[in-house]
């Protein structure tokens, strides 16, 4: 496996194609621990996140041989991962029922308050977010997707995207202002 460690993303691959085990694991520990971090985002807990990037590289090693080159490795096993998380969390609101829209007209203030907390408190309050918006908040602020796409992913409407997109980030306000006090 050692020996694996510095190849290409090519012939990573193609050993993967060639279905050669030690390419395949040596592809999962190169990308695992970056994918991993990127469905953590989508997922509740490390048991979902764990499922989801398991799900993840299931299907990045069905679907290899698919792969041109025209945009790098890991964003094409990135774009997978973001899929799969997608995909686990429209399953789970199929379950949950429909999240009523809402408006605020009121934002908190909360002036200086980045400069008194880390990113790990900011990704937390992120993913204490109801469900929804959360995940409409990373896929607009995070991954750059426009409400339209967005809307075709979630199987919701644009306006439905656009207000829960506004509705993370006066609840993500709110939550910031209680930390500023």
Sequence with gaps: MSNLKNISD???????LQDNRSFQ???YRKYADQMYSVVMMYAKDSDDAADILQESFINVFRKLHDFRFE????AWIRRIAVNKA???????????????ELSYEETPKIDGI????NASEIVRLVNDLPSKAA???KLYAIEGYKHNEIAEMLDISEGTS??????ARVLLKEKLAQING
């Design 25 to 27: 694991e040596a592809l």
């Design 135 to 137: 995940a409409i908040l």
């Design 71 to 74: 945009s790098p490795l890991g």
């Design 162 to 167: 656009k207000s829960q997109l506004n509705r």
């Design 114 to 117: 980045l400069e008194r907390i």
């Design 10 to 16: 090519e012939e990573l691959v193609e050993g993967c």
């Design 86 to 100: 997608l995909e686990h969390f429209r399953k789970k609101q199929r379950k949950k029922g429909l999240i009523e």
